[in-house]
């Protein structure tokens, strides 16, 4: 079993629609979660930290369930330039490594 | 956000020709670094793991001598690809980190490393 396992998609939604990607971790001491994104021949950027009680920034929510080990990522109205790869990181805490899933693909359509 | 800059953004050479690759964390304190390489359309794979002072710590099937990494100060790492053949092309990119672990990476730009 991967350390952090994300459906590659691609997901294909229409402008306007919610999406929401999950991606499920092994290590249950894992300390800290994130998400980022990634365009095309680009870096990754960071797009939010997922925090214990859940949190929002303006169209994305992020939410994390320790009991089943899995964070997720839910976009509302979705843009055109939200058309990306999403990164799902996860930090275990003893050794300082992040462990960052393959990406989801999310395309969204005019 | 944090700034972390890479230069250089590309680099096309001969084979045979040592690349060096800076990465530099600008407005804070960057104890750990990390090295990824990324080919099209596949996912990133860390290299190597640097913390200031130390020596770098590789991933399995990561020759060391021939990715040199230096992580002389708080603020900069330089991965050198010694005598670069085409099959290392791809695309590099650094991330600087606090050292806490409840804090995210910041990635640098990226480097397009084209070997001819």
């Known amino acids: 079993r991967k350390e952090v396992e994300q459906d590659p998609g691609p997901f294909n939604v229409p402008e306007g629609a919610t999406v929401a990607f999950n991606c499920t971790y092994s290590?249950?001491?894992?300390?800290?979660f994130f998400w980022y994104r990634q365009d095309c021949r680009k870096e990754p950027k960071l797009l939010m930290s997922?925090?214990?009680s859940g949190n929002e920034d303006g169209r994305f929510t992020a939410q994390l369930n320790r009991a089943s080990q899995y964070i997720s990522l839910l976009i509302r109205d979705s843009k055109l330039s939200d058309s990306a790869t999403y990164l799902c990181?996860?930090?275990?805490?003893?050794?300082?490594?992040?462990?960052f899933g393959t990406g989801t693909r999310l395309k969204v359509l005019a | 956000g944090a700034v972390v800059s890479q230069h250089p953004s590309r680099v096309i050479c001969k084979s045979g020709t040592s690349v060096k690759i800076e990465c530099r964390s600008l407005?804070?304190?960057?104890?750990?670094m990390f090295w990824y390489r990324q080919f099209p359309k596949q996912s990133l794979m860390l290299m190597a793991t640097?913390?200031?002072?130390?020596?770098?710590?590789?991933e399995q099937g990561v020759e060391k001598d021939k990715f040199l990494i230096n992580h002389a100060s708080l603020t900069l790492s330089t991965l050198t690809v010694t005598s670069a053949h085409p099959e290392d092309s791809s695309f590099y990119i650094c991330?600087?980190?606090?050292?806490?672990?409840?804090?995210?990476?910041?990635f640098g730009d990226g480097t397009r490393l084209s070997i001819l």
């Open positions: 997922v925090y214990s």
């Open positions: 640097s913390n200031e002072g130390s020596k770098a710590t590789y």
């Open positions: 407005d804070f304190q960057a104890t750990t």
């Open positions: 990181v996860v930090n275990e805490g003893g050794t300082y490594k992040y462990i």
């Open positions: 991330s600087a980190s606090s050292g806490r672990a409840d804090q995210p990476q910041h």
């Open positions: 290590n249950s001491a894992s300390q800290s």
